[in-house]
């Protein structure tokens, strides 16, 4: 890892507060960034005990001033449009600009036990793992999984453009999945939500590029966070390396991502899968 690469910057991560989220947040601020965290439960790694496990101090925005740079979490859900534009704009004034983006904030047909809670979370509330299928999806679920995947993050690449735009030029992350790109897997309507967002990078890259803003999409495969658990086990039968992959190796796509290494690279999609999708 390049040091304090992105010392001067304001990096903004969705769905920051665990997971993948959590990991991308502190790597932009090994690198030197500034951090700003928004998510709709900033206690939500309290819900899994992998993700407590992890945590090296109360809150992320805490692990991330840890490491000596400025951070700011607000609570939000993000698939309310201008709740978002506001805590967009309020990232930007507090911590003075806003350079990179990665709009992480998502999630599968699983009901999150911290959903469920009402965002308080707990220790003995499960998961509710379900799924649709193409040409029958509830429409609960349907709206609930492209809302929280599509919405949120269209919203904040909308809402964030006008300030990459005043700061010269930026980096946009997205984050589709593998299911977003094989069609062949049962998760649905998932696939479906990942899909488009894959699509929506594309155009936001041929807008932007004349602004210097790099949009591109990350889609990981199967990746152990709290969220999966043991069902990232499966890796070891579906994955041609033969293992799952880790948060840190997520991590290096978007640090190559959000820093000059990856400046002639946009609208493209990086797959994280270990070689799975053919
Ligand atoms: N873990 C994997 O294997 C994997 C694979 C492919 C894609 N992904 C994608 O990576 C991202 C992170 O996954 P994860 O495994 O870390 O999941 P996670 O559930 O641990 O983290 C998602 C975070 O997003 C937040 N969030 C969800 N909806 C929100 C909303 N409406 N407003 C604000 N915040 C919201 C949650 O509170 C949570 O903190 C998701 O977009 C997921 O679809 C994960």
Redesign the pocket.
């Known amino acids: 890892m390049s040091e304090k690469k992105l010392a001067g910057k304001v990096a903004l991560v969705?769905?920051?507060?665990?997971?993948?989220?959590?990991g991308y947040a502190l790597r932009l601020a090994k690198l030197g960034a500034d951090v700003a965290i928004?998510?709709?439960?900033l206690r939500?790694?309290e819900v899994?005990e992998f993700?407590r496990a992890l945590l090296t101090a109360p809150t992320v925005m805490a692990e991330c001033e840890a490491l000596g740079v400025r951070a700011m979490g607000l609570e939000?859900?993000?698939?309310d449009r201008a709740a978002t534009e506001a805590a967009v704009a309020q990232v930007a004034q507090q911590m003075g600009r806003l350079d990179i983006v990665v709009a992480?904030?998502?999630?599968?047909t699983v009901l999150?036990a911290?959903e469920k809670q009402g965002g308080q979370g707990g220790n003995q509330v499960l998961d509710d793992v379900t799924t649709g299928t193409p040409s029958n999806t509830p429409e609960e679920m349907l709206t609930r999984v492209m809302?929280?995947?599509v919405k949120?993050c269209m919203y904040t690449c909308m809402a964030a453009t006008p300030f990459l735009k005043a700061a010269g030029g930026g980096k946009i992350v997205t984050?589709?999945?593998?299911?977003g790109v094989n069609a062949s897997g049962t998760y649905h309507p998932?696939g479906t939500a990942?899909a488009a967002i894959i699509h929506y990078t594309r155009g936001l890259a041929q807008e932007l590029g004349p602004f210097n803003i790099n949009v591109n999409a990350i889609?990981?495969?199967?990746?152990?966070?709290?969220?999966?658990g043991d069902r990232?086990a499966r890796a070891r039968e579906v994955v041609p390396l033969k293992r799952e992959?880790t948060?840190e190796e997520c991590c290096g796509v978007v640090e190559f991502l959000t820093t000059d290494l990856s400046d002639y690279v946009t609208g493209r999609v990086i797959l994280i899968d270990g070689g799975m999708v053919q």
């Open positions: 969705t769905g920051g507060a665990r997971g993948l989220g959590r928004i998510d709709r439960n939500g790694a899994y993700e939000v859900d993000l698939t992480n904030a998502g999630g599968g999150f911290d809302d929280i995947n949120t984050v589709s999945s593998t299911a998932y990942k889609a990981p495969g199967i990746i152990r966070t709290g969220r999966l990232a992959g948060i």
